[in-house]
């Protein structure tokens, strides 16, 4: 399998639960991200890995919690979540964090909060 | 700091003819400028991408941008629209002297009428 790969690719849960998402990258890349796209509001940044170190955390709120394990693996652990966290969470890797260097994006995991 | 505004929330255009997506800038430093297009349910893929090279800058499916430094612009541009083009797309800033930070706009949905 090539590129950026997600799952799942749709999730419901209820403001108790915890859930894992997961991203997974075949490119060789060392940086990934998380990235939260609601509707009627541009793309955020959440998260940014480089060689599986956390270089970037955007304010997010303690109830989402990034994991790389490695430079080909993210994880974005969910709990407690509030409804307006509904969204599509998309995962993308670059070839390095600094620089200019394009972002491969996956085709995302669309989250609803009951 | 670096900023990037769509100027048009929504474009429809008959099929067959000119597209024009239309994007400005704003950056401290030396930019680079990328589109991504977003089908729906699926993730973002690269169109094209400028880094201080050639100001023309052309991409897939037919899509090139110009970067126009003094006019902070970088326009894309297609001479004919195909059905297949209907999709929303995202003109993305990142600052060369920092580390990857993108910037999106807030993103034109493009219509083609058959």
């Known amino acids: 399998e090539t590129g950026v790969t997600q799952t799942p690719r749709h999730l419901v849960m209820g403001m108790t639960n915890k859930k894992s998402l997961k991203c997974e990258q075949h490119?060789?890349?060392?940086?990934m991200y998380w990235y939260k796209q609601s509707a009627k509001k541009p793309l955020e940044l959440m998260f940014v890995?480089?060689?599986?170190?956390?270089?970037e955390n955007n304010s997010v709120p303690s109830r989402f919690s990034p994991e790389c394990p490695n430079s080909s693996h993210l994880f974005l652990h969910l709990h407690t979540l509030q409804p307006e966290d509904s969204a599509l969470y998309l995962c993308?890797?670059?070839?390095?964090?600094?620089?200019?260097?394009?972002?491969?994006f996956g085709p995302g995991t669309r989250l609803t909060v009951t | 700091a670096q900023s990037v505004t769509q100027l048009d929330s929504h474009v429809s255009v008959s099929e067959g003819t000119p597209v024009l997506l239309r994007c400005n800038y704003s950056?401290?430093?030396?930019?680079?400028l990328f589109w991504y297009v977003q089908h729906p349910n699926k993730g973002l893929q690269l169109l094209l991408k400028?880094?201080?090279?050639?100001?023309l800058v052309k991409g897939i499916n037919g899509f090139e941008a110009e970067f126009k430094k003094s006019e902070t612009s970088f326009h894309l541009t297609k001479p004919s629209a195909h059905m297949s083009d209907a999709a929303e797309y995202f003109c993305?800033?990142?600052?060369?002297?920092?580390?990857?930070?993108?910037?999106f706009g807030g993103g034109t949905r493009l219509m083609v009428k058959p």
């Open positions: 993308a890797s670059s070839q390095d964090w600094a620089g200019s260097w394009e972002q491969y």
């Open positions: 490119l060789g890349h060392n940086a």
């Open positions: 890995y480089n060689f599986k170190e956390q270089t």
């Open positions: 950056s401290s430093y030396s930019p680079s």
């Open positions: 400028y880094t201080s090279a050639a100001t």
């Open positions: 993305v800033v990142t600052n060369n002297n920092a580390g990857n930070m993108l910037t």
